[in-house]
Every structure is written in structure tokens, then in C-alpha cells.
């Protein structure tokens, strides 16, 4: 549940994107800057959490009255070592915001904390994570609660789409590569299982919200509509326009579903709306055609 | 022995039903609130409750009913029941210290051989450490219910009564009382009585947690809950008066009251109630169903909709707003202009920046875009299809309850939703 600290949107004093060479993060940045937040973005070239002295370096750039978006992850974390990694990224912030406290922390986290059998998903499902991403998420958003000298607000975004995601993973964003380039889609099983794809513009223009409403607390990011693998791949194909065969494959593990009860979204934001999926693929389309792949 | 003078301490809700209810079976009753006020009012007639048919039998039993706001009058009573109110916070926790209090003040002046019952809803371990005499002391279930109260008081389907030794015969006067209602009569441990009174509402709530869980999917799959709901009644296991109706969550405060209860005690005393927990949260969910229905089928088509929102009370037939699901909506609707309505409900009972009270179900209809029919008081079914069409801007019903003939609705060009049933309207509709 997500609780604003300031009921009419203001503008913060400035945000700084930590992360903001990423999918996510560079999302953030460009929507901030459309509408007119002043900005810093901070990449691994700026500060690089895992070099020592990092949080020195960081508490340097920071100012009391700053809102932080900390979105910078080695993702998706598969291996301990990762896992380690983006802790110990975590703590260098923790230990920059002790030197430097800020107005207004945003963590970017993922719907990865929640319990596979958490199902629809709300803010308080059990957080159970069965993935070393999971546990990271899990594992940095306690570390900031804990410690990080700010009001904090989780985000946990649901599964993200865009023409900029530099991963492959299995969904919307492969299927359109797939069928930019008239590669046929395989799916997993018949493509059955039916999840929550958000837009990541979505994710930036949320996060601006939590950030004019100085928000703390925690709040999932989807749409509240699940679609199964094939749908999706139907969708992607007919967007794209070429005729890509879509394959079904034998099925090697149970069909899981995850859907989304959005209630708290809707409280917190009710004139937000979501991108319908066909339209954010549209555009992720449009976005992408010609751009290397 | 003569016919027993009866007193109820409280003239609450329970209070005054209860007191009416044995008035009516022809006993002698003493009614006392400290609240002088509240005296002066009841006994003036002008009752601070609403309850179907309560005033005329108040009325019709007036000279049996003596009101007082000293308590030294409960002084003449064989018995006298605590029927005070025992307010909740916002987890369903009970505040005891006001029954507490009143029990202390009762004690004080009843006769050596008084029998005090307590009848308000106490957890279970609470009678046996009321400081009287075992055997002058009980504890019985009350069951009222908002709106249906006078009905069940006086025709209770049983007493479930908590002594101290159930293998004893009850006093003359508490057995002449109760035996007034023609009802089984069952003793039993002060413990096993507390919880009985919660077991019940255990049973309710899962019926309706399982209603509403079944209605939900029923939306979502083409199904119509309004249709398997007469065939559980049939069966012999469920029967004919059980909880089929969806909902939006529990409300009134006394359900919630006793999940909160099981949840404490239970976790206290080790034992597992994961179940409980699930109503709490079925619960939670249900009563935002209009607030999601709005947002996925209003306002994608209408980003300045105005609401009309005809209910307000928790349920039909009373004038609490105990944790309403009208309230709660309208709480969330605070972006959008809101005409209200309700029979018993002052229009000061709800915060909204941008509010129109209006006289009648149709004028708070006229204009709206989208018509929230949030309590199924009575009064609503007379409203016609071709009446609202004549006054709507908009042509969205949300009936959860199925006040209204969806089919009439829909035949007059409207799309409807309803609790566990498909909605009613064309595709690009709404």
C-alpha cells in the first residue's frame, strides 16, 4: 500500500536516476525531463557502486532536497555472484544516503519478490521469492527500508516491454524481433500461460507520480490484465505485418498464470491509465522498425 | 413466581430491540441509558434506530416499558441484561472499557438476588471475569441483525445461553423470560457460549466469502451465480436460509469484529486459522469490485463521468455506515463530480469535494453517467428503466445486488453489471 506524503503533485527539486543508462532507468530519466523535472542521471560512468569509494563519490552528487530513483541492477541476477553484486550496490547507496540524506528515495524493484503461487498478486501477497532476482529484490528493498534515510517507495513492476530492452527474455520483446526479422516464434507448450506486460513508459510516468506525490509505501506496476504467451505472439505478428509462423512446442513444465488485482493503483493514481498492450507494442514496433536488433 | 421485571442497561441498537422484543411477550421492562437525552427521546418515541416495524411495537407496548436514566431504578429487576454497544476500531478490535464500566455501575445496584445476563458481544473469556456471583451470572448470544431485527427477536431460532454450571436449571426468572419466546433453550460454559456467538458468524462469513469467491469467477467465465445459488439452497447441506448472496465484503462491524477475534485468540493460543485470515481478505478485495468495474469499464470511455450513487448505508434498512462499501467507493471517487442518495443516510455522512445531495433516487440519477446502486434499499426497485434513461447523461448501471431487471435495463439501451454474472453490453459499449 502506497500512502502520499503531499496530496497535490509537486514538482520535486531535482531527481537523480541512479541506473539512468538502463532500460528502466533511461525510461525515467526521458520521461522526467519531458515534463520539465530537473534531472541528473547517473550512469556506471558517473558512479560505479561497485568501485570503492562509491559511495563517497555518490553522497558528493547528492543534495538534501533531491528525489532518488534508484533503478541501477546487474539484471537479471541468475548467479550468487550478481546476487552479491547488486547487494553490495545497495549498500554503497545506503551508506551515501547516511552521509548525504535526500527528501525522497524510489526503488525500482520487481514483481519477483512475490510467491509464484501469489496469485492475483496484490502489495500484500507473501513476498516469497523463488529466484536469485527475486531474493535480490527482496533482499535491497529490506536493506532500504531498514536503513536508507528517506521515505522510501517500492515500485515492482510486473514483466516490461519497449524497443529499447536490451534483453531477449522469453515475450514481448523477442517475439518482435523474432518477427521483425520473419523468424517463426516458439512458444512454450501452446503459449498458455497468461501474464501482466507493461509498458515501460508506464513504469517512468508511475514513478514520476510517486515522485510529485512524495509517496512511501509499495506498489506493484501492472496493468490488471493478464494475456497468455500466444496471444501476445498473435499480437506481435499482426502489428509487425509479416507473415510469421508461431510454433507451439512440447510442454516441459506446468502452466503457471500470474495475474494482477490493481486496486491500490487505482486508489492512489485513479486518472492514471495503464497502455493497453496493443497500443505500447504498437509503438515498441514503430519504435524499433529499422533500429539494429 | 410473578412475571419478572426485565432491565436492559443500554438503549442501543441491541438494546432497545431486545427490550421491545420482551415488552412484547407481555413482561414488565426497565429500560436504562445514562445518556439522558437518548431517555428523553425513546421515551417520546423517537427511537435513534432505524428497524423495520420497531416504532409501532414500541408504541403498541409502551405502557409495559418504563425508561430511566438513573440506574438505581434497575434496582426492581430479576434480571438485568448489558446491552450496551462495544465499539470497533478500524481492525475490528473491541474497545471493552465502556461495557466494563457499565457493568461496575449495574453491580452496584442490583438486588441480592438480580441474575445479570450479558447480552453484547464480548470475547470468549470475558463473562467468567465479570466480578458477581457464578450463579447469578450469564452470558447470552444475541443474533441481531440490521434490519431484520425485531423479527428475529421475536422469533428467536433458539437461546444459547453461558453459565457457570450447565448442569443446573436456570433461575425461575431468567427460564420464565426466555421460556416467554417458545424457543430451545441451550446451557452451556460461559466459554462455549462466547464462542458459539462467533462460530456463527464464522459460518456466515464462510458462506459468503465462498459466494463471493464462486460469483467472482462466475463473472468471469460466462457463468450466473444468481442461477446455481437457488440449486445450493436445495441441498439439504447448505439449506434454504444460508449466505448465498455476493457482496461487497463484509460490514457492520460485527463480522469483522469476531474474524479479528478468532485471529487474536488463535494466535495466541497457537492454533491455526489461515482461513479466517482468507475472509479477512476476500473481504478486503470484494469491497472495491465497483471501484475496479469503474476504472475497467467507465472511465477508459469517459475520463469526467459524473456518479450518481444511490445508497449509502452498509445494508438496507438501517442508517449504519459501518464500514459501507459506499463509503469506501466514494472515498475513491474523489476525482469526479458525485449526486447521492439515501433513504436513511444524511448526505453529511460522506466527504466529497465535489458532492450534490439529492432529494430522491431519480434526482440523484439525473445527469450521471454511470448510476451506483450501492445499497439494495427496497425503494430502488421501483425505479424504471425509461425513468432513468429519461434523466441519466450516461447509460451505465452498476447494481451489484440486482436491485434492477437487467434485462429491462438492458432492453432500455443500458449496459449493466451486476455481482457474479457477466456484464450485459455490446463490446465497444459503455
Known sequence: MIEHQTHSSQRPARAVVIGAGGFVGGAIVQRLQNENVPVLGLTRREVDLLQEGAAKKLAGLLHADDAVAFVAALAPARHAAALMQNLVMAEQLIAALSVQPVAHLVYISSDAVYADAANPVTERSCRQPSTMHGMMHAARELMLKAEAKAPLAVLRPSLLYGARDPHNGYGPNRFRRLAAKGEPITLFGDGEEQRDHVDVDDVARLTSLVLAHRSRGELNVATGTSISFREVAELVVKLTGRPVEIRGTLRQNPITHRHFDITECLKAFPQFRYTPLRDGLARAVRESAGAPQ | MTSPTVGFAGLTHLGLVSAVAVAAKGLRVIGYDPDQDRVRDVAEGRLPVLEPTLDDLARRFRAQLAYTDRVGDLAACDLVYIASDVPTDDRGQSDLSGIASLIEAVIAVLGPSTLLCVLCQVPPGFTRKVPLDPARLYYQVETLVFGRAVERALKPERFIVGCADPGRPLPAAYAAVLGAFGCPILPMRYESAELAKIAINCCLVASVSIANTLADLAERIGADWHEIAPALRLDRRIGPHSYLNPGLGIAGGNLERDLATVLRLSAAAGSEAAVIAAFVE????????????????????????????????????????????????????????????????????????????????????????????????????????????????????????????????RAAGFSYFTLGAPPLHDAEEV
Open chain 2, 282 to 409: 476476500n473481504s478486503r478485495v470484494r469491497r472495491d469490485w465497483v471501484l475496479r468495474l469503474i476504472h475497467r469499464e467507465v472511465l477508459p470511455r469517459n475520463a469526467a463521468p459524473t456518479f450518481g450513487v444511490l445508497g449509502l448505508a452498509y445494508k438496507e434498512n438501517t442508517h449504519s455506515t459501518k464500514n459501507s462499501p459506499a463509503l469506501a467507493l466514494i472515498a475513491n471517487l474523489q476525482a469526479w463530480p458525485i449526486r447521492i442518495y439515501d433513504p436513511a443516510v444524511p448526505a453529511d455522512a460522506v466527504n466529497h469535494r465535489a458532492l450534490h445531495a439529492a432529494p430522491s433516487a431519480l434526482e440523484a440519477a439525473r445527469g450521471s453517467d454511470a448510476l451506483l446502486i450501492m445499497t439494495p434499499w427496497p425503494e430502488f426497485r421501483a425505479l424504471s428503466p425509461a425513468d432513468l434513461a429519461a434523466v441519466m447523461s450516461g447509460r451505465v448501471i452498476v447494481d451489484p445486488f440486482r436491485v434492477l431487471d437487467p434485462a429491462a435495463l
